[in-house]
């Protein structure tokens, strides 16, 4: 399903490693590697250009180019350099115009300060971007002397875990999870964040393992080895905690959805799981469909989309 992948790159050592695991990413066919230069830089103002790069800089964006290439030989590689003072809204703007399926951003980067945090970048594409994102991370190694990066790579999906819930949106994850190449385990989880009793919990966890356990069943019938777990908490640390405990490879969450799982993305408390956890995260958009408008809740209003 992700078969055109866009990477922006700073030529850092961290957008090094993340190519490595793009030129092993299942199922993909085609990559643009893009630098955008701060529109300072550009006396003449906007506009994709070239010149203003620095001998060095187009002796590195050449380098990543090859490196992919001599990684995945069947792999199309196309390089860009836009300039621009919205950094993430070229990011966006390039890859809706050349119908990239998705966004892949690193967790750090020469801009960066250490740690695990996102950038301002990184985080202002979560937020905007219409298309799918994965935020790409590294198991952090500091030795003595310098930073090391391992790779989650090249099995990046064989142990996600898909938070749940209930919503048309997480629906809509789950079906292009069943489309994905390379899924191997798929942990289903809901959290249960509210109840005005202990008996009203409990049953909220029953209702909820149902719920988990049919969706299992259409996953399983399309060949995902899928377990269920729902806990009590709240959603953003349980998440990241189960993340961890589970050792998963990639988190999976759709960007929208009711309850929690709305607050989650767009409240105050946003972004909890892209910005803190230590795994990999992909983010599945989802657009408005005239259709489900009509038949649809406000908080409900939208159908899955890659593309």
């Known amino acids: 399903m992700f078969h055109k992948l866009l990477f922006a790159t700073d030529f850092s050592e961290y957008a090094k490693k993340t190519l490595d695991c793009i030129a092993g990413f299942p199922g993909v066919a085609e990559v643009i590697v893009l630098h955008v230069l701060e529109e300072a830089r550009n006396p003449r103002g906007g506009g994709e250009i070239n010149e203003t790069l620095t001998p060095d800089e187009r002796n590195l964006l050449k380098e990543e180019k090859h490196r992919l290439e001599s990684l995945n030989k069947r792999l199309k590689v196309t390089t860009r350099v836009k300039t621009s003072s919205d950094v993430p809204g070229a990011i966006i703007e390039t890859a809706e115009e050349n119908g990239v399926t ?109 719920k988990l356990a049919e969706i299992g069943k259409d996953l399983s019938r399309a060949g995902v080895n899928v377990r269920i777990l729902v806990k009590r908490g709240n959603p953003g640390s349980e998440i990241t905690r189960i993340a961890d405990e589970e050792g998963v490879s990639v988190i999976w969450i759709s960007s929208l959805g009711k309850g929690w799982f709305r607050e989650l993305l767009l409240g105050s408390t946003a972004y909890d799981v892209a910005m803190n956890a230590r795994q990999p995260v992909i983010i599945v958009r989802t657009t408005k469909s005239k259709r489900e408008n009509q038949a649809l809740p406000e908080n409900n209003q939208y159908r899955y989309d890659v593309a």
């Open 102 to 210: 998705l966004i892949v951003v690193g967790a750090r980067g020469n801009s960066i300060v250490e740690g695990i945090l996102l950038g301002s970048v990184s985080v202002a594409i979560v937020r905007r971007s219409k298309i799918t994102v994965l935020v790409m991370r590294h198991k952090i190694m500091d030795g003595l002397q310098q930073t090391a990066y391992d790779m989650w790579c090249p099995m990046i999906f064989s142990r996600i875990l898909c938070p749940i819930d209930f919503s048309v949106c997480s629906d809509r994850a789950i079906t292009l999870l069943k489309t994905t190449n390379g899924v191997g385990q798929v942990i289903l989880f809901h959290v249960v964040s509210h109840g005005e009793s202990e008996t009203e919990l409990e049953t909220s966890v029953e209702e909820a393992s149902r």
